[in-house]
Each structure stands twice: as structure tokens, then as C-alpha cells.
């Protein structure tokens, strides 16, 4: 799976963090960082981020999409 | 460089009678992005307020509500403890367990029961020509769509609404005033919620108190307060507020028959339309912050500990992002984002089902209550902290 993030839509609420920490986690200087392609097993965390995103700024895509 | 604080507006919000929408706001914000209140400070510019509600310096700050109102009890009790007022690995933790069941594609599953629940209750009343929005749709739809979503009965709508709408108390300016029924209506809810996890623990069922309840069988996961206490949240929560929120959109809408006919016409408005209500006029009048540590932000020197209130009502209809133009438009192109479901950690739980309930209601409202009107004074919360009608009589024309 791929995880698509939208910067523009982004707003940095992090609920994406809270949701799949595996995954989402803001640095030091309070930027988001996204692991594009995470590991099958975190893959109800993905869609939970991607569900629980106010701004519907992430996708979860399948490898070949 | 720190601004000397007597030359900063002073706004007494802890006043019944203090309106954010008072010319005495409007004052401030045209003078500097900020004034001085008996908690902290107001943030009164749209700029400020959008990077102070994500600023990570910053925690939400409810936690001392009560005590800045003075209040002790077993009302401030299950406040501090309650999710919104919880940090970090305990929030991720209690967050994590309530996402499931306020989800973006659940919800958009629920939309045909919006409409039955809206419908039936227009019914209602159509043929009459009035009624009094507020007990005979906004509180049995706000309730009736909180119990389906959390799988309770719906014939208990009158008791859980007259509990929230009790409980809603404790977020008004007016709270140490009215705490005996606010603590009676938390008992009402305690016992109610008792019933229902000892129910659930007896019957699964395939419903989020299930969901919660097993849960609840590793304490690490979530303790029994935790249980009973976030239970409580979430159905007050999803009354109290949608509640308000949609009696302040009538209100409004009554003061804008342009935008109700629009409305009416153009249906697929729905979802501009609910964003521009909460905009204008929503019900969480500021959103609380609190200073974790001290830094400086255009030109103040905000310390430790300090309460940070953000006016969303200002925010939104700051005529610095709006230009000229302050009015309430439905069909704007461009509309700036507002405030009214909070931000950040924090963001509103159930904002996906308070915009689609609420989007759904009003379309059927505006095409089946057409030239919507007052019916003599509504009565209102005090216009801070979470404000909304108490009653909102309204008239319409019959027969649609």
C-alpha cells in the first residue's frame, strides 16, 4: 500500500499521528512526516488515519495504483 | 518587544451580558489582534487565531474551566477527567477507541436515516404553520441521531436532551450560577450510563458500547471511569452541541430569507451552507488554549500557564480575510475556513456527523418551511462561551 498525503488540504491537526503513529509523526520543528509506503500489518491504521483526517487530506492507494 | 498591557482592550467575558459579537469586540479587533479578559487573553483576528489553534506550544485548555469559575464538585471532576481535557499518550489512547464510531464512510451510511428522522419530525408540525424550533426538532434530532449512532434507544430522547441541555450549562460563563442541575443532570447520565454498560456486558451486540465495553476488559485500555466518563461525553456531546448549532443556523437563516430560498432551491448547498453558519454564528464561541511553556508572538510575551481563548465568531468574520463584504453567503466561492469544530489534537470527534446531520436537516427545513419567521422573542444563552437559543418560536407558510 501507498499512502498519498495532500500538503495543500493538510492542516496539521494530527489526528493522523494519533491514529497511526507508525506512520504519521511531526518532527522537531512541527512539520508532518509521512512514511509513503508503510508495511501491510499497520494497514488499519492507515485507513484509520485516512477515515479520521478532518481535512480528507490522505489516501490510502493500492502499490500499483 | 512586549506591549504595555494597559493599552490593550480589557473585555469582561465572564459578564452574562458580554456579547462576542458586541460592537465593544468588534472595537478591539479593529484596534490589535488581542484583548485582555478575567481568564487570559481573547485572540480576535482571523491570522492569529488559525496559527495559534495548531500551535504545538499550546495545549487545549479547558482543564481549568472550573477554576476559573471557582467551581469544585463532581462536576469538575469528571471535566478534568474527560477526554477533551486529556494529553498525550492517555488522549491518543482514549481517541484511538472512539474514532471507530464517528468515521468519515460510517457516516455517510447514516444519511438516509438523517432524512427519515428529519422528515418524520417536520411532519410534526408542517400543518401547523409554526412551532418552537428548538424542543420540537433541534432536540429530538440531535438526540434521536446520537442515540442511533451509538446503538441506545431513541425513546428516551426527552430525559438524555433535558440532561445535555443541563449539562451544556457547564460550558456557559454562566456555570457556578447553575451547577446544582448541572450536577444533577451528570448524575442522571451516570446512572443512565451504568445501566447501559451493565446491559452490554451482559448482551454483546455488534454496536460501539459494545465496542467500548470489551475494551474496557484490559482496565490498561480503559478503566471503568474512563468508560463511564467518556460515555457520558459522547452523548452529551452529540446533543448539546448540533443542538445549538442548528437553532443558531434557523436564527440566522430567519434573519436571511434570501439565503432560506436559496437554500430551498439549491439543495446540494447543504454542506457551504452548515460551514457558513459556523462561521458566522457558531455555538463554541472560542475555542481554549493554555501556555505550556513562554515564548513571544506578535509582540506579546505569552507566559506559562496562561489561558488562550481563541473568539472563533471574530476569527470568522474577520473583515481583514473578508474584505468589505460581512454578510452571511451560502453560495460563496470562496469562504475562509472557520473555527467552529476547533483544531489541532483536539478537532472535533464528531465533525463528520454533525455536518452531515446537520446539512440533511436544513435542506428539508428550508424546502418544507418556506418563508421561515419569528414567532415572538427567542431567548438565548448568554452570547460566550457555548451560547444558543433556549426556545426559538418560529411561523412559516403552511401546506409544503
Known amino acids: ?65 | 518587544m512586549a506591549v504595555p498591557a494597559a493599552t490593550i482592550p480589557f473585555l469582561d467575558v465572564t459578564d452574562p451580558a458580554f456579547s462576542i459579537r458586541s460592537d465593544e469586540v468588534r472595537a478591539a479587533r479593529e484596534a490589535g489582534w488581542y484583548a485582555r479578559t478575567p481568564y487570559g487573553i481573547a485572540v480576535l483576528r482571523y491570522d492569529q487565531v488559525s496559527r495559534l489553534v495548531k500551535d504545538r506550544r499550546l495545549i487545549q485548555g479547558s482543564a481549568a474551566w472550573p477554576a476559573h469559575n471557582k467551581v469544585t464538585g463532581p462536576w469538575a471532576d469528571w471535566w478534568r477527567r474527560m477526554i477533551l481535557n486529556r494529553e498525550g499518550d492517555d488522549h491518543a489512547r482514549l481517541r484511538r477507541l472512539m474514532n471507530p464510531a464517528f468515521s468519515s464512510r460510517l457516516i455517510t451510511a447514516l444519511v438516509p436515516q438523517f432524512q427519515a428522522l428529519a422528515g418524520e419530525l417536520i411532519d410534526g408540525f408542517a400543518e401547523r404553520g409554526r412551532c418552537e424550533f428548538m424542543s420540537e426538532f433541534a432536540e429530538p434530532y440531535a438526540t434521536r441521531v446520537t442515540a442511533q449512532l451509538l446503538g441506545i434507544p431513541e425513546d428516551e430522547w426527552r430525559t438524555l436532551a433535558d440532561w445535555a441541555e443541563a449539562l451544556g450549562l457547564g460550558l456557559s460563563v454562566s456555570v457556578a450560577e447553575h451547577l446544582p442541575e448541572i450536577e444533577a443532570a451528570l448524575e442522571g447520565f451516570y446512572g443512565y450510563a451504568d445501566e447501559l454498560i451493565a446491559e452490554r456486558r451482559r448482551t454483546r451486540r455488534d454496536d460501539f458500547v459494545t465496542h467500548l465495553v470489551e475494551a474496557n476488559e484490559d482496565a490498561d485500555r480503559l478503566s471503568d471511569e474512563e468508560l463511564r466518563d467518556n460515555l457520558v461525553l459522547l452523548i452529551f456531546g452529540g446533543i448539546d452541541t448540533t443542538r445549538n448549532q442548528l437553532g443558531l443556523g434557523i436564527d440566522l437563516f430567519v434573519r436571511h430569507p434570501d439565503q432560506w430560498r436559496l437554500l430551498a432551491e439549491r439543495p446540494e448547498l447543504a454542506p457551504s451552507a452548515v460551514e457558513e453558519i459556523m462561521r458566522v454564528r457558531p455555538t463554541v464561541t472560542w475555542v481554549t488554549r493554555e501556555a505550556t511553556e513562554s515564548f513571544e508572538f506578535d509582540g506579546l510575551t505569552v507566559t506559562t500557564g496562561t489561558t488562550v481563548h481563541l473568539f472563533s465568531e471574530s476569527a470568522g468574520t474577520d473583515p481583514a480575510i473578508l474584505g468589505g463584504d460581512q454578510g452571511f453567503d451560502i453560495a460563496a466561492t470562496v469562504r475562509p475556513r472557520h473555527f467552529g469544530f476547533g483544531g489541532g489534537r483536539h478537532f472535533c470527534l464528531g465533525h463528520f456527523i454533525a455536518r452531515g446531520d446537520m446539512g440533511e436537516a436544513l435542506v428539508l427545513l428550508a424546502r418544507r418551511l418556506p418563508n421561515v419567521r419569528h414567532d415572538g422573542e427567542p431567548v438565548f444563552l448568554p452570547d460566550s462561551g457555548n451560547t444558543g437559543p433556549v426556545s426559538l418560536p418560529i411561523r412559516f407558510d403552511r401546506g409544503t
Open chain 1, 1 to 65: 500500500m501507498r499512502i498519498v498525503h495532500d500538503r495543500e488540504r493538510c492542516q496539521l491537526h494530527g489526528q493522523c499521528t494519533i491514529a497511526a503513529p507508525d506512520i504519521f509523526r511531526f518532527d522537531d520543528g512541527g512539520e508532518l512526516e509521512v512514511d509513503p509506503s508503510p508495511d501491510e500489518t499497520l494497514r488499519a491504521d492507515a485507513e484509520s488515519a485516512m477515515d479520521v483526517c478532518p481535512e480528507r487530506a490522505i489516501t490510502v492507494v493500492a502499490d500499483d495504483e
